[in-house]
């Protein structure tokens, strides 16, 4: 299975700052289709998980653009820039490039 | 506005079967992949299982083939998953899920299984 390692496991900011949160995978996440099916969520304290980034990249609908996706192959990074209160919570990377999909262990973005 | 409701968790014994329901409203459920996703107490989140928009294709990780079976009716716009032979490790509070963009772009409340004796 592929794994996906995120770093760090906690990620303390200051609001109004940026965060970072990177996730590497055990293999190169590019489908033989060339998409690339790395996802970013976010579960708040007590929520259901939120879709933020597909395809890498993309932003899903509504998602602020302070949310900010990159990456290839087998290194990918969240940036979260001017951190707000409601972006606290559990990150967690996912893949469906290859089966089974699988998820990041996930950061969780705290108050410094 | 998009709106998934699951039902049907509850406290089973190890061994027996339970099975969960998904009613969806606020979009054409035809026109998506639906899923389900675990997650367990305090841990975080695994993907269980994958359906087409017709039902005609299904996907399982490993640890659930031949335990489970997700399955949706398109009439009633609702998503099924058959648990057979529970075990401990399936514990976990079940989230349906739709597709649009990312696998995952709506989610319901979640419901909660318990397998214990």
């Known amino acids: 299975d592929v794994v996906l390692t995120q770093t760090p496991v906690a990620q303390p900011v200051t609001l109004g700052d940026q965060a970072s949160i990177s996730c590497r995978s055990s293999?190169?996440?590019?489908?033989?289709?060339?998409?690339?099916?790395l996802e970013w969520y976010l579960q708040k304290p007590g929520q259901s998980p939120q879709l933020l980034i597909y395809k890498v990249s993309n932003r899903f609908s509504g998602v602020p653009d302070r949310f900010i996706g990159s990456g290839s192959g087998s290194d990918f990074t969240l940036k979260i820039s001017r951190v707000e209160p409601e972006d606290l919570g559990v990150y967690y990377c996912?893949?469906?490039?290859?089966?089974?999909?699988?998820f990041g262990s996930g950061t969780k973005l705290e108050i410094k | 506005e998009v709106q998934l409701v699951e039902s049907g968790g509850g406290l089973v014994q190890p061994g027996r079967s339970l099975k969960l329901s998904c009613a969806a409203s606020g979009f054409t459920f035809s026109d998506y992949y639906m899923a389900w996703v675990r997650q367990a107490p305090t841990k975080g989140l695994e993907w269980v299982a994958s359906i087409s928009y017709d039902g005609g294709s299904t996907y399982y990780r490993d640890s659930v083939k031949g335990r489970f079976t997700i399955s949706r009716d398109n009439a009633k716009s609702s998503l099924y998953l058959q648990m057979d032979s529970l075990r401990s490790e399936d514990t976990a509070t079940y989230y349906c899920?739709?597709?649009?963009?990312?696998?995952?772009?709506?989610w319901g409340q979640g419901t909660l299984v318990t397998v214990s004796s």
């Open positions: 293999q190169s996440l590019v489908h033989s289709n060339g998409n690339t099916y």
């Open positions: 996912f893949q469906a490039t290859h089966d089974p999909f699988t």
């Open positions: 899920t739709g597709a649009a963009g990312g696998w995952f772009a709506y």
